[in-house]
């Protein structure tokens, strides 16, 4: 599902002209010409690398090769969507990326891999050695180099879409899938060309064997040498804040490790009979698991990182009990857009899934801001995400509230061998956590009354409070009750030191509690049992108000 990128695409800029742009920029400082220019060289990329491949393969093999190399791409792009799923980027960087490789990435290849060949068969009078250490030296530093200043353009240009190691991981991989498939219509329509000429066709013919080792064995070789690239920049930018000697050493280091892997994989043709096949079970299989498990275990600590950060959110009245557990669950959020399309239409999801990248958003600027790598503008920003969400409330809150009820995990309660019942004190529901009323009987769990509290205020509600007994102990969640107001936000939050290490620092300011109906319980007769109470306390940064 595409989304709108996780902040506001027009930031204001107080006391600058409208939209964030300079009052006094220069020409070619503007968008509209950075744009068209980027556009404009794409597009010529693209003219000219289609020329030059249809003069190779000629009209047929460019369409058979054209059919035939698309195949992998909707795979490879929707498993590095997926992996982005956490924190999603806007498209226009993946088309970007996907463009880059796909054209200006893939002229520069072939034009300079051509002239190094020549220039070495002339050099040397070894017409097949030439093609040999082109093969293996000038096409892997070449063609990393031109699939890393895709990256490099996103990572400078794009800072705030580019965080860390996965968002460098999907760019790397797109540009390296862009840059596979006009390589693959290359070679395929080659093949079909030589097969034109020989006769050959069916499983036997070069086409068959050309597609098996490139699209069926080895579609992830390009993204994966590439993606070595994107980890560097990626470990560049959490380190930003640490010295500009790591910033420039991790991509050189990431782009150096690509060049040797891409080489090493050029170069097992050069092994043997079975060298490509030594290379591949020995390097390449072991590599992309390796990597694969890198980056599904950054994914999932990007989501405990949400887990931990938004009840901070929840304390100050941004954000609803439920929502931080919700988004922190990719479970929860499918569940909250289907929710959302399916009682309030398509557009109503599409809502949800920007409530939730903003709030991931916000999740990872005050981790941060906790770290003390926050830039000068956190308090803005986070005002600004604060304020998207406020927007959205309304349609995202609730189907993300039953998300959570969906999806939360069930608690079991065994069973009491005696009867036992706890009691709590009736009064008001506030907001926060009181006693609640249970009781229990033989061999069973008790269960406490339900109740509902009403709030004053334009918007009250309470949530329902249950009670449990067993094992000689009862125990009530909290009934609760608020009111928000209806026009206006909670409180503009404090701003976080950037240097300050405690999760309670910085907190949003809380919402004035509002009093609520008492609720009442069902008492039961047994022997008496000591009831726990709620902790009083909402939770904290550091305790999400979920279980899981």
Known sequence: ????????????????????????????QRRWVRYGALVTLLALSGLVILALVRRQTGSEGFLVGLGLAVLPVPLLVAAFRWLDRVAPGPWRNLLFAFAWGACAAALIAIVANSFAARW??????????????????????????????????????????FTGIVDGVVIAGVTATGFAFTENIL????????????????????????????????????????????????????????GRVRKVLFPAAGLLLAMGMHALWNGSSTFGTYGFFAVYAAFMVPAF??????????????????????????????????????????RARRAARDFAARHLGRPAGRVVAEYEAYATSLAFLRHRGRRGRAGADFVVRERELLHELWHRRDVARPALEHAARLTAPVVPVWASPWPAYGHAPQGPAHDHRSPGHGYGVQGAPGHGGQWQGQGHGSQGYGYEGLGYGYAGQGYGHAGQ????????????????????????????????????????????????????????????????????
Do not use: C, N
């Open 1 to 28: 599902m595409a989304v709108l990128p996780p902040y506001p695409t027009h930031p204001p800029h107080p006391g600058g002209a409208p939209g964030g742009v300079l009052g006094h920029a220069h020409w070619w």
């Open 120 to 161: 070495i068969a002339t050099a040397t009078a070894d017409p097949s050695g030439a093609d040999t250490l082109a093969a293996t030296v000038i096409a892997p530093v070449v063609e990393e180099s031109a699939k890393a200043a895709a990256v490099l353009l996103v990572f400078l240009f794009r800072r705030r879409d």
């Open 289 to 330: 698991g390796l990597l694969t498990w890198l980056v599904i275990w950054t994914r999932q600590r990007e989501l405990r990182t949400v887990r931990e950060e938004l009840p901070a959110y929840t304390a100050a009245g941004w954000l609803s009990p439920p929502e931080p557990y919700a988004l922190g669950s990719m």
């Open 187 to 242: 070679y395929l329509g080659t093949a079909f060309g030589t097969d034109q000429l020989t006769g050959g066709s069916g499983f036997v013919s070069v086409t068959a064997a050309t597609f098996f080792v490139r699209v069926v064995m080895s579609p992830f070789a390009h993204p994966l040498f590439t993606v070595l690239t994107g980890i560097g920049f990626g470990l560049a930018a959490l380190g930003a804040d640490r």
């Open 481 to 548: 009750a608020h009111g928000v107001p209806e026009q206006s936000a909670p409180a503009d939050p404090a701003p976080l030191p950037p240097t300050t290490g405690h999760p309670g620092t910085g907190h949003p300011a809380p919402l004035p509690p509002a009093t609520g109906h008492p609720g009442t319980g069902h008492p039961a007769t047994g022997h008496p049992a000591t009831g726990h109470p709620g902790s009083g306390h909402l939770p904290t940064a550091a305790h999400p108000p979920y279980r899981f």
